[in-house]
């Protein structure tokens, strides 16, 4: 079956540095990829969802200018947490589509960053 | 907007007993519908999905769901519960038009001995 990875699986950093987070999708091309956040103990909220080659497009409410997005090839997508703080740490997981219309999502297997 | 909602926050469930969670939805049309399963600080896996057809889907483990449309329900279902299954189930629309996929609280699940 499709798999999609992250990398890092965990990453600590220190408040006001830049985490960048990999999302790959190691069998299949993913026109479509989706970036989530998951808080301890609750459900995972859509932050933005990034198409190859255009800009992502962004929930509301979510700062774009702190959570750069790119989606530069098929199979890369990467997900830029900037000037970091604690109230930034959560899980974050990343999906992919592997076309239009396609109607399921592979999740990779999340990143846990921890801001002190 | 379409959502979806699950009742129960968390439920307990003896070793080898019955097993139904409950999965609400509010969307115009006939979804996509998902469930998955989440074990402590693992992403997600994909339990089953019902795009359309027979109503009753089967899917991994053991489980099966149920779309009703009549109730807007979608409940999955397991007729004996292993303790490997204690984990966080989130149930999942995706909207045909936005291929947004909005997630429920989830329920997490207990298995005592």
């Known amino acids: 079956g499709a798999v999609v990875s992250q990398h890092p699986s965990w990453v600590i950093c220190k408040s006001g540095t830049s985490v960048k987070i990999e999302c790959r999708s190691l069998?299949?091309?993913?026109?479509?990829m989706f970036w989530y956040r998951q808080f301890p103990k609750q459900s995972l909220m859509l932050m933005a969802t990034?198409?190859?080659?255009?800009?992502?497009?962004?929930e509301q409410g979510v700062e774009k200018d702190k959570f750069l997005i790119n989606h530069a090839s098929l199979t890369l997508s990467t997900l830029t947490v900037t000037s970091a703080h604690p109230e930034d740490s959560s899980f974050y997981i990343c999906s992919a589509r592997d076309g239009p219309g396609a109607d399921t999502q592979y999740f990779g297997p999340g990143t846990r960053l921890t801001v002190l | 907007a379409q959502s979806v909602t699950q009742p129960d926050i968390h439920i307990t469930v003896s070793e080898g007993a019955s097993l139904e969670l409950r999965c609400n939805y509010s969307y115009g049309a006939t979804p996509y519908l998902f469930w998955y399963v989440q074990s402590p600080g693992q992403g997600l896996q994909l339990l089953l999905k019902y795009f359309s057809g027979d109503t009753l889907v089967q899917g991994i483990k053991g489980f099966e769901a149920e779309f009703k449309r009549s109730q807007s329900s979608f409940n999955l279902r397991k007729p004996s519960v292993h303790w490997s299954d204690a984990a966080e189930y989130f149930c999942a629309v995706v909207d045909t038009g936005g291929f947004k996929t909005i997630f429920g609280a989830g329920t997490r699940l207990f298995v005592k001995a």
């Open positions: 069998d299949f091309q993913a026109t479509t």
């Open positions: 990034s198409n190859e080659g255009s800009k992502a497009t962004y």
